[in-house]
């Protein structure tokens, strides 16, 4: 089975947030949604290395009929997160969608929220309203290009523009 693998644009895009983010100071704990087999999650684990990541997906396919990802066998997909975040202490993996986590304790209050789930504009905006007032430094997330047009939408109608966008698409908007 082929799995989304990101190239060195995509790579350098988050690593490159990761720094922005850490400019701002030390990064505790950061909520990536959307993990797939978890290459970001890596990648926040490395370039965060006091983050606490939680990984929030449902690994249900069907979500998106515009989002190659959501076609794939979920089983194989959730397996192959579970087999690259095993020795990852700081990825803590949590099945469902934001608001299944309403009431966890640990995410009412991150540093930031990392949003690369499903890329409908109500899908996206729904998770950008339930995070921004969670987060204590930015709200991010990832496709903000002209292929993701509802992504745009979400992101410009809740923030106006995001503050930063990198070269994979990954976009940041400074909530403090």
């Not at 990802?69 to 469902?96: N, Q």
Request: charged share 30%.
């Amino acid at each position: 089975m082929y799995l989304m693998r990101p190239d060195q644009n995509s790579r350098q895009g988050l690593i490159d947030l990761c720094d922005a983010l850490s400019a701002k100071g030390e990064i505790r704990s950061i909520v990536e949604v959307g993990s797939f087999t978890g290459e970001s999650a890596e990648i926040l684990h490395e370039h965060l290395p006091k983050a606490d990541i939680f990984c929030v997906d449902p690994w249900r396919p069907g979500y998106d009929d515009k989002d190659i990802a959501s076609s794939h066998d979920m089983t194989e997909v959730e397996s192959a997160f579970d087999k690259r975040t095993a020795a990852c202490e700081r990825i803590l993996k949590l099945k469902g969608i934001s608001r299944d986590f309403e009431d966890n304790f640990e995410l009412l209050s991150v540093d930031a929220v990392y949003l690369d789930g499903c890329h409908t504009y109500e899908s996206l905006k729904d998770d950008i309203e339930f995070w921004v007032s969670r987060c204590r430094l930015a709200v991010c997330g990832h496709d903000y290009t002209e292929n993701w047009p509802e992504v745009c939408k979400a992101v410009d109608e809740v923030f106006h523009k995001p503050d930063h966008v990198f070269s994979d698409g990954s976009w940041l908007k400074w909530v403090s």
